[in-house]
């Protein structure tokens, strides 16, 4: 039993509601012990994991489950809390936004309803993991490959509604849903765009429906509970090549999104592609303690003289091209090499290929992958990670103006300054500015927060938001979209409240909902 | 190896995979569990065997080379997580296998033989 109340719910409604809740699913899946409440912390917590704890976890097995639960939490006022795998690392795991908010764990909905190896799409349930959708693809040897995250534990529907990146062509996750089907609070089940038809088999063919398109607005947003998505898969490729640019220079960086610029927008460079600074370069495979023991963030000038020693710059690029023309990759390496002698020649390229029915390697990160976890022990054990994710438009002065104020924020804090920018769809760099902490180290987590909502200020007066945020700062981050008298949140709480009068789901997502708007 | 959701008798395009219950069915073993879901870490190559080596006597970083290894500190682990390792939920894993899987680790290396290759 648990002693922790969701907010604004008295200890008998709860109870009476935990009641309900073990009648419609079964007590099995009404978790409220010390151990499964403890499952749903945030690993990676900025501070007490406590201050995100939830009350109870809730796992319905299918939509009829779900729909109960709906109509007992609003009965009771319960807030809840929906999440696919539960495994949104560096933005809050499965925690609620607001203590005490009870967890619906969507987990046990775990089916691949439908891989279609005509038209290359999906039709997933939330509980399907990247592990699980790899593993099913491989085992009917489908033509069609996985665009995946860097960690492949999370759900591939949650990643693609929490706008998540991966390193295809596909990698843009949310631009490949087609097709959705959502509850709503009231317990109404909802398939968007062609799927309104019954008997539709363009439902996960095509985008753009007779009205409205729907999908956007349930992606990083708390209007309803996504049951289904349908989503794009990409046909293998008859070659590939992973491409390695190392950039010398800290001064290089505007240059060096300009020079990558026209090469993503006409989709020579077709995937996303990633820099990396010169502290991410540094950590792989080192320890801390054996690069630096002094107080602070690791200086600049320390970061320098590692590199240097490793003969590596202080820019390193990599990014992965694809090809379905037999031969044509020949073409894209060379335009790609002669573009950067021209006008980067100070920057070194090295290439190595792939071809159809030869074996895969690491480089095309086609395997799944925990990868991203070795590094949150940097500061300490236990460690934990979070990151800045500002959105700035692809011309190298603003990026590099805003690359120079993180860096200095992050110094002038005492972290080291673990920053790397995806190019992702030609036009914008997302940064992933990464917070790399002790958590048992107060002093050192209350530096991050002070950090985060410094740069959510500091990108603001740059006319610069986030693309995604942990829990800690979603109200740091809404309190950029001020303009027009602050009418896009006004908007989204006119829309919240015609389709969750109650507020029980969510409230807080994304600064939706907990607040006035 | 497959673990959780899918068995599937899906042929071709345009089938939908029956669902499995979260707890796996009948073909949820110890060996697979942790063949799918702790060895990617705790296997020779793993990050969380790295980690490990710095800490425990030499040959034992794996968890199934662990000497010692209290079955219940497993299940503690699993559901709280250490260190930088999160934690599994009771849908990835149901407490009775959990039980399970911390008496398979739990047994000293040697006691069945081959029975931890992990």
Redesign the interface.
Same mark, same amino acid.
């Given at each position: 039993m648990t002693d922790l109340v969701p907010p604004g719910v008295s200890a008998a409604a709860f109870s009476a509601a935990l009641a309900e809740f073990r009648q419609a699913l079964g007590p099995d899946w009404v978790l409220t012990s010390a151990d499964d409440r403890a499952s749903y912390l945030d690993p990676f917590a900025i501070g007490d994991r406590g201050d995100h704890a939830t009350a109870a976890a809730l796992a319905p097995a299918d939509t009829e489950q779900l729909r109960a639960v709906l109509r007992i939490a609003t009965r009771h006022k319960v807030p809840l809390w929906p999440v696919s795998m539960g495994k949104n690392f560096a933005y809050g795991t499965a925690a609620p936004a607001t203590k005490g908010t009870v967890v619906l764990d969507l987990k046990r909905m775990n089916r691949i309803l439908e891989i279609n190896e005509d038209l290359g799409y999906a039709l997933v349930e939330p509980g399907v993991s990247f592990f699980d959708f790899k593993d099913e693809l491989d085992r009917r040897r489908s033509k069609f490959w996985m665009s995946g995250p860097a960690h492949s534990w999370g759900s591939v529907i949650g990643n693609a509604l929490e706008h998540g990146v991966g390193y295809t062509p596909y990698g843009i996750h949310a631009d490949t849903i087609c097709g959705m089907e959502v509850m709503l609070a009231d317990g109404s089940l909802v398939r968007t765009g062609f799927g309104a038809i019954p008997g539709s088999q363009e439902w996960q063919a095509f985008k753009l429906p007779f009205g409205p398109v729907l999908d956007g607005m349930f992606t990083q947003s708390n209007f309803a509970i996504v049951t289904k998505m349908g989503l794009w898969l990409m046909p293998e490729p008859a070659e590939m090549a992973g491409v390695t640019i190392d950039v010398p220079g800290r001064a290089d960086l505007a240059q060096l999104v300009d020079t990558l610029r026209p090469l993503k927008l006409d989709d020579t460079i077709n995937s996303t592609y990633t820099i990396a600074n010169g502290m991410r370069q540094i950590t792989g495979g080192a320890r801390r303690g054996d690069i630096w023991q002094g107080e602070g963030a690791i200086p600049i000038a320390k970061i320098e003289q590692t590199l240097a020693a490793r003969g590596k710059g202080w820019w390193n690029v990599i990014f992965n091209l694809f090809e379905h023309t037999a031969g044509g990759m020949d073409l894209r390496v060379e335009r790609v090499r002669r573009h950067f002698a021209e006008r980067m020649p100070q920057a070194k390229l090295s290439v190595v290929r792939w071809k159809q029915g030869e074996p895969q390697a690491p480089w095309m990160r086609q395997e799944t992958s925990l990868a991203p976890l070795a590094v949150v022990d940097w500061r300490g054990s236990p460690g934990g990670h979070s990151d800045f994710g500002p959105v700035v438009a692809a011309v190298g002065s603003r990026v590099d103006a805003l690359y120079q104020l993180v860096e200095r924020r992050f110094v002038e804090f005492g972290l080291d300054p673990w920053i790397g920018m995806f190019g992702i769809g030609g036009r914008a760099l997302v940064f992933v500015a990464d917070m790399l902490y002790a958590r048992d180290d107060k002093a050192m987590t209350d530096a991050c927060k002070a950090l985060l909502r410094q740069l959510c200020k500091d990108a603001a007066a740059m006319g610069i938001g986030v693309y995604r945020t942990h829990l800690e700062f979603m109200e740091d981050a809404a309190a950029a979209q001020i303009w027009g008298d602050r009418a896009l949140p006004r908007l989204n709480a006119r829309i919240k409240s015609a389709l969750d009068p109650v507020g029980i789901l969510a409230p807080g997502k994304q600064g939706i909902g907990r607040k006035p708007a | 190896m497959?673990l959780?959701?899918?068995c599937?008798l899906?042929i071709?395009?345009?089938? =939908?995979?029956? =669902?499995?219950?979260?707890d796996g069915g009948d073909k949820w073993t110890p060996q697979t569990f942790y063949a799918?879901?702790c060895a990617?870490?705790h296997g020779p190559s793993g990050?969380g065997t790295? *980690?490990l080596s710095r800490r425990v006597p030499a040959g034992q970083a794996e968890l199934t080379r662990r000497a010692q290894l209290p079955a219940s500190y497993i =299940?503690?682990v699993v559901?709280?997580?250490?260190?930088?390792?999160?934690?599994? *939920?009771? *849908?990835?894993v *149901?407490d009775r296998q959990l039980t399970e899987l911390a008496a398979w680790l739990a047994r000293p290396p040697g006691a069945a033989a081959g029975a931890k290759s992990g």
């Open positions: - | 497959k959780l959701p899918f599937g899906a071709g395009a345009a089938l =939908a995979l029956p =669902a499995i219950a979260a799918d879901r990617m870490c990050w790295r *980690t =299940a503690f559901r709280h997580g250490v260190g930088s390792m999160p934690q599994f *939920t009771p *849908t990835e *149901t």
